[in-house]
């Protein structure tokens, strides 16, 4: 079964920018991966951000962005916010079903 | 508005079967696209993907669990039940049902907690 990976933890500065990647063990991520990002806080359930690799839902705020870098699904908070601190997921698409990331624990400090 | 909502046992002993019911309203089953897809997070671990229901029937499953599993819909209802077989205590943790559309999943419900424990 594919394994996704992610960054176990990242911090950076409020007002900093940061890049969160998501990796795939059976290759490069590709748009036919339909990279989805989530935004997890504790005791909640996941908050949609991301889907089809950079397509914002309506909520998401525009600090957010999703793109393909370096054979990776990446996830860039840009001007970040204390409230931003949270755990990050990302869920691929691999040959029918759909896989998530161990998840990045992002410390804003 | 979509929203959903799982409900079932709060505790199951080991061995025994879990069915779990993610009510939803807001949105048909029978749009083409839309599915609806269970996710389970065992307590401060990772979120896990489990199963997934399109409209037609089509029904997808984890690799690592598809023995365990079973998705069925019932479109009358606005209901999609999630049974699992031989349940561990490593089965526990919070059941997560979610909205699919277009490849997106956008709309979760509140979770329902399962703890397997004899």
């Known amino acids: ?11 950076v500065s409020p007002g900093g920018t940061v890049t969160l990647t998501c990796t795939s063990s059976t290759g490069t991520v590709t748009p036919s991966n339909l990279p989805n990002w989530f ?36 996830l860039t908070l840009s001007g970040v916010q204390p409230e931003d601190e949270a755990d990050y997921y990302c869920l691929l698409y691999d040959n029918g079903y759909r896989v998530f990331g161990g998840g990045t624990r992002l410390t804003v400090l | ?30 749009t083409s696209g839309v599915a609806v897809t269970w996710i389970r997070q065992p307590p401060g671990k990772a979120l896990e993907w489990l199963a997934l229901v399109y409209g037609n029937d089509d029904k997808r499953y984890s690799p690592s669990l598809m023995s365990r599993l079973t998705i069925t819909k019932d479109t009358s209802k606005n209901q999609v039940l999630l ?9 526990t943790g919070t059941y997560f049902c979610a909205h699919v559309e277009s490849s997106s999943v956008d709309y979760w419900g509140p979770g329902t907690h399962v703890v397997v424990s004899s």
């Open chain 1, 1 to 11: 079964q594919t394994v996704v990976t992610q960054e176990s933890s990242v911090t």
């Open chain 1, 39 to 74: 935004q997890q806080k504790p005791g909640q359930a996941p908050r949609p951000l991301i889907y089809r690799t950079n397509n914002k839902h309506s909520w998401t705020p525009a600090r957010f962005s999703g793109s393909l870098l370096g054979g990776k699904a990446a």
């Open chain 2, 1 to 30: 508005q979509v929203t959903l909502e799982e409900s079932g046992p709060t505790l199951v002993k080991p061995t025994q079967t879990l069915t779990l019911t993610c009510g939803f309203s807001g949105f048909s089953l029978d």
């Open chain 2, 83 to 91: 049974t699992m077989t031989n349940m561990d205590p490593v089965d």
